[in-house]
Nanobody
Framework: VQLQASGGGLVQAGGSLRLSCAAS????????MAWFRRAPGKDREFVAH????????YNGDSVKGRFTISSDNAKNTLYLQMNSLEPEDTAVYYC????????????????WGQGTLVTVSS
């Protein structure tokens, strides 16, 4: 199982980016897919997750109203649309997936992408 994140880059504050995460080698659909991020000098932070069955989503408090997680099961691809970006959003963004019924923390995710860097300039 491999997850390949892409779409990061440099953007000015107030701008938008869309991250993608291509999944390959899956023999069955993951139950939950998510985005996490790690800013320089900080702990890994939950961003958002989506349940593959039903498409229910949940966002972390710091990105509510600005970021939207979605997935295209036919393409095995996860997305993160990021709008109204702030310098505080600067981080390496990671996609993750799990077969578990519930995921309370990053420890519950079994598969991780390599990360893509998002830099937001002020």
């Amino acid at each position: 199982v491999q997850l390949q994140a892409s779409g990061g880059g440099l953007v000015q504050a107030g701008g938008s980016l869309r991250l993608s995460c291509a999944a390959s080698g899956l023999t069955m659909s993951m139950s939950i897919m998510a985005w996490f991020r790690r800013a320089p000098g900080k702990d890994r932070e939950f961003v958002a997750h989506i349940r593959q069955s039903g498409g229910r989503t949940y966002n972390g408090d710091s990105v509510k109203g600005r970021f939207t997680i979605s997935s295209d099961n036919a393409k095995n691809t996860l997305y993160l649309q990021m709008n109204s970006l702030e310098p505080e959003d600067t981080a390496v963004y990671y996609c993750a997936a799990t077969n578990r019924v519930a995921a309370q923390s990053s420890r519950d995710y079994d598969y991780w992408g390599q990360g893509t860097l998002v830099t937001v300039s002020s």
